[in-house]
């Protein structure tokens, strides 16, 4: 049902034109059982590393950091994939590594999908994120005529927020990112699900790291 739930939020099958190959540092935590089904299901050719079940978190930590993430960089790298993505243990939270092997901040890629979102069928949406979110976020809104609503850290207030407001988007510096046609809570799978529906709308097939960089500096 999950799954189901998921892949009745994207473009299906536009993502399955497009045969994505992604390469997954799974950091041994929950997403092992769950995130490499969801994207072979959307037609992805799937890479997964760290992939063993055990919560002492033995490969990295369970936290997906910039220092911790050069295996999955250099995987991206060697098979020339269209990007990659690692999940903390409890798989909440998505740290992304565009094509080139760039790690990018759960901030800069949750901006990228929020003006994704507000650019297909949730114009005018207001955003919601604690006051520790890169000011990209707001220039993002701006841009689009919404608006950032900010809360205390922890991804609680946010959730409890978007519920409040019934807001559909919600996100974190920290990877989380939180779909509310799904759930007002962070989810690594819906949101990498949302990265791939992102890059399949491009109608010229735009790299991670080239809709990264049109982004307002």
Not at 185 to 200: K, N, S, Y
Request: a negative charge; one cysteine or more; hydrophobic letters at 40%.
């Amino acid at each position: 049902p999950y799954l189901d739930a998921v892949l009745s939020l994207v473009n299906s099958d536009k993502i399955r034109e497009r045969k994505f190959k992604v390469i997954m540092d799974l950091g041994n935590g929950v997403q092992a059982l769950v995130a490499p089904l969801l994207l072979r299901r959307l037609g992805c050719q799937v890479v997964t590393i760290n992939g063993d079940l055990d919560g002492a978190f033995p490969a990295r930590g369970s936290e997906p950091t910039v220092s911790n993430l050069n295996p999955l960089c250099e995987i991206v790298r060697d098979l020339d994939a269209d990007f990659g993505v690692a999940y903390d243990g409890d798989g909440d939270r998505s740290i992304f590594c565009d094509e080139k092997g760039i790690v990018h901040p759960g901030d800069k890629t949750g901006a990228l999908l929020v003006r994704f979102l507000l650019r297909s069928g949730h114009s005018g949406s207001e955003i919601v994120c604690p006051i520790n979110t890169t000011m990209l976020v707001s220039l993002v809104a701006n841009e689009e005529n919404s608006r950032v609503l900010f809360t205390k850290v922890g991804s609680v207030e946010v959730s409890r927020e978007m519920v409040a407001r019934k807001s559909l988007i919600g996100l974190e510096e920290n990877g989380g990112f939180m779909y509310g046609k799904m759930n007002e809570v962070r989810d690594g799978a819906m949101t990498t699900a949302l990265m791939l529906d992102m890059l399949a709308s491009s109608k010229t097939n735009e790299s991670l790291s080239h809709m990264l960089g049109k982004l307002p500096k």
